[in-house]
């Protein structure tokens, strides 16, 4: 098994900025392929906000992209989310996603969420 664990979600007014961490763990080997992020507003459907390859390619939804930066540590297995000039419209949960490689099998491993609430 493979925990994701997320910290750094808050409460911030608009045009300011948080960082989120996604650190994995588990007690077996593996390797990660790749780290997302998605958020989930209330009544709407998740959707994919930053997405970082094992090759370093990013992908940012458009609503994002120039505000939002998404790095990654290899050495700490942990994922990062820049948030800049912060909007109301950003005020989602948000969640880490992981694309994790075990014995040569890819399994898809998602964090308990961390709300950010983005004040007007």
């Known amino acids: 098994q493979v925990q994701l664990v997320e910290s750094g979600g808050g409460l911030v007014q608009a045009g300011g900025s948080l960082r989120l961490s996604c650190a994995a763990s588990?007690?077996?080997?593996?390797?990660?392929?790749?780290m997302d992020w998605y958020r989930q507003a209330p009544g709407k459907q998740r959707e994919l906000v930053a997405a970082?390859?094992?090759?370093?390619?990013?992908n940012y939804a458009d609503s994002v992209k120039g505000r939002f930066t998404i790095s990654r540590d290899n050495a700490k297995n942990t994922v990062y989310l820049q948030m800049n000039s912060l909007k109301p419209e950003d005020t989602a949960v948000y969640y880490c996603?992981?694309?994790?490689?075990?014995?040569?099998?890819?399994?898809?491993?998602w964090g308990q969420g961390t709300q950010v609430t983005v004040s007007s």
């Open positions: 588990g007690s077996i080997i593996f390797s990660i392929n790749a």
């Open positions: 970082l390859t094992s090759g370093g390619s990013t």
């Open positions: 996603n992981a694309n994790v490689r075990i014995r040569g099998l890819l399994y898809n491993y």
